[in-house]
């Protein structure tokens, strides 16, 4: 199966925002949803949001509500995480899944992106 490709990630400081980007290639895109994981370091892998095929539903773990903000664009086959108010605890390597959140923490992943929070 072809993986996804994450993108996106960086060094900030707190408080500051980066947009992570999830390229997918698969012609039936638009008809599964997507989750973002991610994993701090020593830690076990966490869920962070999950968006239907149309976006009409999108949630997030309470950690993230309301400073990430998750879109799609299937034209383009593309997820957006946006992270705003960013903390050092937010500090992790970030992963999206084809799945939705039930399965997000076993489906496979790409290869991640690192997001480093640190002053």
């Known amino acids: 199966e072809v993986p996804v490709v994450e993108s996106g990630g960086g060094l900030v400081q707190p408080g500051e925002s980066l947009r992570l980007s999830c390229e997918d290639s698969?012609?039936?895109?638009?008809?599964?949803?997507i989750s973002w994981v991610r994993q701090a370091p020593g830690k076990g892998l966490e869920w962070v949001s999950s968006?239907?095929?149309?976006?009409?539903?999108?949630i997030y773990s309470d950690a993230v509500k309301g400073r990430f903000t998750a879109s799609r664009d299937n034209a383009k086959k593309t997820v957006y995480l946006q992270l705003n108010s960013l903390k050092t605890e937010d500090t992790a390597m970030y992963y999206c899944?084809?799945?939705?959140?039930?399965?997000?923490?076993?489906?496979?992943r790409g290869q991640g992106t690192q997001v480093t929070v640190s002053s």
């Open positions: 968006i239907s095929p149309t976006s009409n539903y999108i």
């Open positions: 698969l012609p039936t895109f638009s008809t599964y949803a």
């Open positions: 899944t084809r799945a939705a959140h039930n399965d997000a923490l076993t489906a496979p």
